[in-house]
């Protein structure tokens, strides 16, 4: 990489520096307003940018953390750590990201952009030891002269932050803080390390929650998105740089943009992962809560409202909408809400809100029939079945299982060949992804044989449904013909134990049987096709029953 331009008459300074104090001296040398992120060597370098760099068009992509392809200069005025008379500024070199936020800022604009391999973020200096103007002088100093080098700055890390992820807290949270001029900056200072104690004890990685984070003020602001920090330590740091805004505590704002951008799959969204906010609101909020809070309900959101220093009794007349906690949350039944009586007592609340948040079995508005069933194929492999067929069966079911989120937190599918016995092709708890299932799927080979439909549904109840997921149970049998035992008995069983059973017969299944294992109301639960190419057509209305059965029960 190359080093970045400067002015001429300086070029002897700036080497100087650069060479005899290191990055972390917090010597600025002097930039242009055209200097990028990646054009600097160093990690945590402090520069000084030259006035008027609005007036120039550099460009800026991100917010918050920007694209090392971005101008320092241009970012620091975005970022408001620096103003337009110029001055010092520290970078700090970050990995690469995906989906930086297009914001405007201190007039400039940055723009969005999808991916960068690398980033960096901006905070003001403490303590330059010196100030770099066109008349300081391009002598060396003498090397006993020289000030001593500064020891590098700490990043802040946590104990309890592991790298691995915390496998039993699979969730996509989004964490709106407030930052109007209700809240102060002390305070926010109070709320920025309970946020990071909350982050830390959680866990975040590959394999356990994501979390981004939004600030509430007069218009809501995206800090990062759930995937530009999946290390601990990163975004620990991340939460610590957040800058106060001030403004109106305009909550109801900040909820409803958060509910529409942020868990997208393009902003990082898992398929079949819960949604959570968690919204923390200092006093009461100045707008309403309760359509942004419906919108976040319908999309699945599960919304966690903390309120730290409850409005007094005084206070109460000036509250806009004094039941804004029961109108904000997923459901009003006390599990989403959470009152901390102050912002000096947090430390204690950072484990049991920790467990809220993690708690799959609760999060209510998270739960639909796409991402919250457990649904076992029982599949006639007998003799009348034949080899073309079977795969059109399995075509039929793989159908069915590309609807649903599998995953290891979503939905989950297992399958059952039968003729006279019984194989557990593959269990509910076997493939923990769309892909892993569906291909577990198609590849089941023929097994060829008689038809023994009730064995196989005393099997599968006691084998496939022995342990499931928090979800609920639906089995669809699928068959070409007359079972040689009886059906009825082993259904009914099958239902008491919670299983909601659909049976589908193809040729010459004869529709008494076929009824007598389906759950009621026997019409919605018995499907019948004379042709095996007939299979198709049934994915859908199986998959709207399922749907039906789930709200129904839910």
């Known amino acids: ?22 990055s972390e001296s917090g010597v600025p ?8 992120g990646a054009d600097l060597v160093e990690d945590g370098v402090v520069v000084l940018c030259p006035p008027d760099c609005t007036q120039w068009k550099v460009s800026v992509f991100g917010t918050g953390i920007y694209a090392s392809v971005s101008s320092v200069c241009g970012a620091a005025v975005h ?4 103003g337009p008379s110029g001055g010092p500024v520290r970078v700090k070199k970050l990995r690469g990201r995906h989906s930086y936020m297009s914001s405007y800022a201190h007039g400039i604009q940055s723009q969005a952009l999808s991916h960068w391999t690398a980033s960096f973020s901006l905070t003001k200096p403490v303590n330059v030891p010196l100030e770099l103007t066109s008349e300081t002088s391009t002598t060396a100093l003498p090397a006993a002269a020289q000030p001593p080098a500064k020891k590098p700055l700490k990043k802040p890390s946590v104990k309890k932050a592991l790298t691995g992820g915390n496998k039993d807290c699979q969730m996509d949270i989004a964490i709106v ?15 920025k390390n309970f946020v990071t104690k909350l982050a830390a004890m959680l866990r975040v990685g590959s394999t356990g929650p994501h979390i981004g984070l939004v600030q509430a003020s007069g218009s809501p602001r995206t800090e ?17 740089e957040l800058a106060y805004l ?12 958060t509910a529409e951008t942020f868990f997208t799959q393009e902003n990082g969204g898992r398929r079949g992962h819960p949604r959570v906010m968690m919204v923390l609101v200092d006093g009461w909020p100045s707008d309403d809560l309760e359509q942004a809070a ?25 509250v806009r909408d004094k039941d804004f906690m029961k109108k904000a949350v997923c459901k009003d039944n006390g599990f989403f809400s959470y009152l901390i009586p102050s912002w000096f007592s947090t430390t204690k609340h950072v484990k049991p809100l920790t467990q809220r948040l993690c708690s799959l079995d609760g999060l209510l508005c998270s739960k639909t029939c796409y991402n919250s069933v457990n649904i076992g194929f029982l599949i006639d492999g007998s003799s009348s079945v034949g080899e073309g067929n079977f795969q059109l069966v399995l075509d039929f079911v793989a159908g069915i299982a590309r609807s649903f989120d599998i995953s290891d937190v979503g939905a989950r599918i297992g399958a059952v060949q039968f003729t006279y016995d019984q194989r557990l092709e593959f269990g509910l708890f076997d493939h923990s992804n769309k892909d892993d299932a569906i291909n577990a799927l198609r590849r089941i080979p023929y097994m060829s044989g008689g038809t023994s439909t009730g064995a196989a549904i005393s099997y599968t109840t006691q084998n496939l449904f022995r342990r499931t997921g928090p979800g609920r149970n639906f089995l669809i049998v699928v068959t070409d013909g007359q079972s040689y035992d009886d059906v009825r008995d082993p259904a009914t069983v099958a239902q008491k134990q919670g299983v909601t059973m659909y049976s589908v017969g193809v040729a010459w299944a004869p529709l008494d049987d076929l009824r007598a294992m389906s759950s009621e109301p026997k019409d919605s639960h018995t499907f019948f096709t004379r042709e ?13 029953g399922i749907c039906r059965d789930f709200t129904e029960n839910n």
């Open 177 to 191: 803080i407030d930052s109007s001029n209700n809240i102060g900056q002390r305070r926010f200072n109070l709320q």
């Open 29 to 36: 040398y002097p930039v242009t307003c055209a200097t990028r």
């Open 532 to 544: 095996f190419t007939g299979l198709a057509e049934f994915i859908p209305p199986l998959v709207r």
């Open 79 to 82: 970022r408001g750590v620096l």
């Open 1 to 22: 990489m190359s080093r970045p331009s400067v002015l001429l008459p300086l070029t002897g300074l700036f080497f100087l520096i650069s060479s005899a104090f290191g």
């Open 246 to 257: 001030g403004g109106d505590t305009n909550t109801g704002k900040a909820i409803m943009h």
């Open 294 to 318: 419906m919108l976040a309900r319908e999309s699945g959101i599960n919304v966690f409202l903390v309120s730290v220093a409850k409005p007094a009794p005084e206070e109460l007349s000036m």
């Open 224 to 240: 990062f998105l759930l995937t530009n920090y999946t290390q601990p330590k990163e975004l620990l740091f991340a939460i610590k």
